[in-house]
């Protein structure tokens, strides 16, 4: 299971941080992925993060957002600096090579 929170409403330039939490499942083995989906579009990849660390991200969001891990607490963490308003989507998590995906959680960035 997984399931992400955080989101919310944020004025353009501000900051959120996304949390998605896991259980039934070694959550220090698998890669990690965000996607986001705005109305109309398709399901984008966001960042990703592996078991070894290495990260990965949408040029679009190169140097505003930054993702990470605590396999301790079983959760990976979006950090979303500088928001704009093309950023406004929901938010889901995905434990990658499997079909396992959280519920989303919306994130509005209001101009």
């Known amino acids: 299971q997984l399931v992400e929170s955080g989101g919310g409403l944020v004025q353009a330039g501000g900051s959120l941080r996304l949390s998605c939490t896991g259980s039934?499942?070694?959550?220090?083995?698998?890669?990690i992925a965000w996607f986001r989906q705005a109305p109309g579009k398709e399901r984008e990849l966001v960042a990703g993060?592996?078991?070894?660390?290495?990260?990965i991200y949408a040029d679009s969001v190169k140097g505003r957002f930054t993702i990470s891990r605590d396999n301790a607490k079983s959760t990976v963490y979006l950090q979303m600096n500088s928001l704009k308003p093309e950023d406004t989507a929901d938010y889901y998590c995905?434990?990658?090579?499997?079909?396992?995906w959280g519920q989303g959680t919306q994130v509005t960035v209001s101009s």
């Open positions: 039934g499942f070694r959550w220090a083995d698998f890669a």
């Open positions: 995905n434990l990658r090579g499997t079909g396992y």
């Open positions: 993060i592996s078991s070894s660390w290495r990260t």
